[in-house]
């Protein structure tokens, strides 16, 4: 299984547990609603922008829109697929390294969101830490460009690798 398929497992985990979809996100200005939304919304316009037909935009309730953008995903999402190359934001790449580096990240980072403004935030595992560690480094100085995370805030140096990695991204634990 691909890190994006376990990000994505873990997710539907945390939006099946959400019951405020109202509720404040750590996300500037976003409710619980809003965190799903862009999830849904940014995996499908970079997937629509490799010629994935991925359909109608799913309509209803959080949850559902979730489960029905992600049935339209994994049988979408195909080795070839994944092995397809394109040049991206940071040079030649696959499809599937962005799904598993930049999106993977994004559902973690966004499925401890979601469980935060439950007051349930998740716990990265170390396959996590280590994944998002790399895709940060990757990121270079962009990580702090305009929409993507705020600047680092400051934490205790004695605080665990999931508060450092959350706080490089400007969110408070």
């Not at 019951?19 to 500037?28: F, G, K, N, Y």
């Not at 409710?31 to 935009?57: I, K, N, P």
Request: aromatic share 10%; hydrophobic share 40%.
């Amino acid at each position: 299984m691909t890190f994006f398929d376990e990000a994505a497992d873990r997710l539907t985990d945390t939006v099946s547990a959400t019951t405020d979809w109202s509720a404040a996100s750590p996300c500037e200005d976003w409710t619980a609603a809003d965190v799903v939304d862009h999830v849904v919304d940014t995996e499908r316009q970079f997937l629509e922008g490799h010629d994935v037909d991925l359909g109608e935009r799913p309509t209803g309730s959080p949850a559902d829109v979730w489960a029905a953008h992600l049935a339209a995903v994994r049988p979408a999402v195909t080795d070839d697929l994944r092995s397809r190359e394109y040049d991206g934001f940071f040079g030649r790449t696959t499809i599937g390294a962005t799904l598993d580096a930049f999106y993977g990240f994004d559902l973690v980072v966004h499925g401890w969101d979601l469980g935060s403004s439950n007051g349930r935030p998740t716990t990265f595992t170390d396959a996590d830490l280590d994944a998002m560690d790399a895709a940060f480094v990757g990121f270079g100085d962009h990580a702090y460009d305009d929409g993507v995370f705020h600047r680092p805030v400051d934490v205790p140096e004695d605080a665990d690798r999931q508060t450092k990695l959350l706080a490089r991204m400007g969110r408070r634990v």
